[in-house]
T-cell receptor, first 110, second 112 residues
Framework: TQLLEQSPQFLSIQEGENLTVYCNSSSVFSSLQWYRQEPGEGPVLLVTVVTGGEVKKLKRLTFQFGDARKDSSLHITAAQPGDTGLYLCAGDGAGNMLTFGGGTRLMVKP | KAGVTQTPRYLIKTRGQQVTLSCSPI?????VSWYQQTPGQGLQFLFE???????NKGNFPGRFSGRQFSNSRSEMNVSTLELGDSALYLC???????????FGSGTRLTVV
C-alpha cells in the first residue's frame, strides 16, 4: 500500500510570510500532483511534477519533486489571504489511481 | 469548456437505503475516477473506469459499485447505506497522465 505523509497538518501565518509544505513517501510515484481545495468544492489541480528533481514555479508557488520521486514540497512566498485553503499532494502510482496525503490546512491572516 | 459535473450536490438518505450518484466528465476524457472524502480518512480512491471497464478498485466493501456508459458518463451506487458512508463523494476525469485530474464539486451524502 502506497502512503503519503503530508506535513504540517495545519498552518496559520500572517500575510507576507513564507511557508513550505512537505509530502513524503517510501514509495516511488510516476508523478506527483498538488491540489488546492476550497470548502464545499472539489480539489483543483495546481501542478503535476513528473521528473525526479523537477522544479516548477507558478507565480509565488514553487513545487519540487525529489530526485527519487518519493517526496515533494510546495513553497509559497509572501503568502496572501487568498492562498487560504486545503492543500493536498497526491501521488500517481500504478493503476490509474491517486494516493492522497492527509492535507495541509493553511490560513493566511491579513 | 464545461468541467466535471456531479449530481446531485446534496443528498440525505436513511440507513439501509441505497443511493446512485452521477458524474459527467469533461468532453473527450475517457477516464473517470471516484473518491470518498471524510474528515477522518481524507480522500480515498474508490474505483476508476476507462471505456466502460473498471480498471482499478480501492479497498471498499462490495456495497460500493460503479459503472461507466459509452458516452463516458459514470454512476456510482452505494447499497445498504451505513452512517459511516456520510461523506463528500468526488468524481474526477482525466485525459491521461501526466495531465492530472479535474474534479467535480462533489456530492455531499448524509446518512441519518
Amino acid at each position: 500500500t502506497q502512503l503519503l505523509e503530508q506535513s504540517p497538518q495545519f498552518l496559520s501565518i500572517q500575510e507576507g510570510e513564507n511557508l513550505t509544505v512537505y509530502c513524503n513517501s517510501s514509495s516511488v510515484f510516476s508523478s506527483l500532483q498538488w491540489y488546492r481545495q476550497e470548502p464545499g468544492e472539489g480539489p483543483v489541480l495546481l501542478v503535476t511534477v513528473v521528473t525526479g528533481g523537477e522544479v516548477k514555479k507558478l507565480k509565488r508557488l514553487t513545487f519540487q519533486f525529489g530526485d527519487a520521486r518519493k517526496d515533494s514540497s510546495l513553497h509559497i512566498t509572501a503568502a496572501q489571504p487568498g492562498d487560504t485553503g486545503l492543500y493536498l499532494c497526491a501521488g500517481d502510482g500504478a493503476g490509474n489511481m491517486l494516493t492522497f496525503g492527509g492535507g495541509t490546512r493553511l490560513m493566511v491572516k491579513p | 469548456k464545461a468541467g466535471v459535473t456531479q449530481t446531485p450536490r446534496y443528498l440525505i438518505k436513511t440507513r439501509g437505503q441505497q443511493v446512485t450518484l452521477s458524474c459527467s466528465p469533461i468532453s473527450g476524457h475517457r477516464s473517470v475516477s471516484w473518491y470518498q472524502q471524510t474528515p477522518g480518512q481524507g480522500l480515498q480512491f474508490l474505483f476508476e473506469y476507462f471505456s466502460e471497464t473498471q480498471r482499478n478498485k480501492g479497498n471498499f466493501p462490495g456495497r460500493f459499485s460503479g459503472r461507466q456508459f459509452s458516452n463516458s458518463r459514470s454512476e456510482m451506487n452505494v447499497s445498504t447505506l451505513e452512517l459511516g458512508d456520510s461523506a463528500l463523494y468526488l468524481c474526477a476525469s482525466s485525459a491521461g497522465q501526466p495531465y492530472g485530474y479535474t474534479f467535480g464539486s462533489g456530492t455531499r451524502l448524509t446518512v441519518v
